[in-house]
T-cell receptor, first 114, second 114 residues
Framework: AQSVTQLDSQVPVFEEAPVELRCNYS??????LFWYVQYPNQGLQLLLK??????LVKGINGFEAEFNKSQTSFHLRKPSVHISDTAEYFC????????????FGTGTKLQVIP | ETGVTQTPRHLVMGMTNKKSLKCEQH?????MYWYKQSAKKPLELMFV???????ENNSVPSRFSPECPNSSHLFLHLHTLQPEDSALYLC?????????????FGEGSWLTVV
């Protein structure tokens, strides 16, 4: 069984400040990790994903995440946030099943303050 | 535009009504999904169709009935719903292969049961 924990339900941050959104996972098999973003009144879209290789993954809109196997974490970071980054962010884990079974976290709402 | 289109975007229905949600993907994917998104809860995977065959049914009540007539279309038929079924219903698609690929989401259908 796999699970994802996003400890912070809301993260307020001032514009141009750095931000880190935390994600921890558990899985009994090899994992594939994702961060999705959901802007108001929209569906989810992929920010970045880790499948294998380099543990530092760069995504769209200046976001990056680091896979840490020993700490079972996949935290999302951005060095300087913009108002347009205000959205809800979902961490997700997938196993290597024949069809994709993705488990999502409960989401973290990022509120960028002008 | 994610390549996954959902209609209607908003639906209000009474508990005795019968309605359907429609999803169409233009990405050539071979797997389609229905997710339920409720406030303060993780995304719930409801159904998965892979190569037009239902491969996942996560203990969803029978008042929700999916239909996948071909690889591009997915329906969710709704009948005698309850107020707690009010939520955002997200359709998604992906290309299933040897490693997990990105899930592409539609913008969702907001369902209100009165």
């Amino acid at each position: 069984a796999q699970s994802v924990t996003q400890l912070d339900s809301q993260v307020p941050v001032f514009e141009e400040a750095p931000v880190e959104l935390r994600c921890n996972y558990s899985s009994s098999v090899s994992v594939y990790l994702f961060w999705y973003v959901q802007y108001p009144n929209q569906g989810l879209q992929l920010l970045l994903k880790y499948l294998s290789g380099s543990t530092l993954v760069k995504g769209i809109n200046g976001f990056e995440a680091e896979f840490n196997k020993s700490q079972t974490s996949f935290h999302l970071r951005k060095p300087s946030v913009h108002i347009s980054d205000t959205a809800e962010y979902f961490c997700a884990v997938s196993d290597s099943g024949g069809y994709q079974k993705v488990t999502f976290g409960t989401g973290t709402k990022l509120q960028v303050i002008p | 535009e994610t390549g996954v289109t959902q209609t209607p975007r908003h639906l209000v229905m009474g508990m005795t009504n019968k309605k359907s949600l429609k999803c169409e993907q233009h990405l050539g994917h071979n797997a389609m999904y229905w997710y339920k998104q409720s406030a303060k809860k993780p995304l719930e995977l409801m159904f998965v169709y892979s190569l037009e065959e239902r491969v996942e049914n996560n203990s969803v009540p029978s008042r929700f009935s999916p239909e996948c007539p071909n690889s591009s279309h997915l329906f969710l038929h709704l009948h005698t719903l309850q107020p707690e079924d009010s939520a955002l219903y997200l359709c998604a698609s992906s290309q299933e292969g040897q490693s997990p690929d990105t899930i592409y989401f539609g913008e969702g259908s907001w369902l209100t049961v009165v």
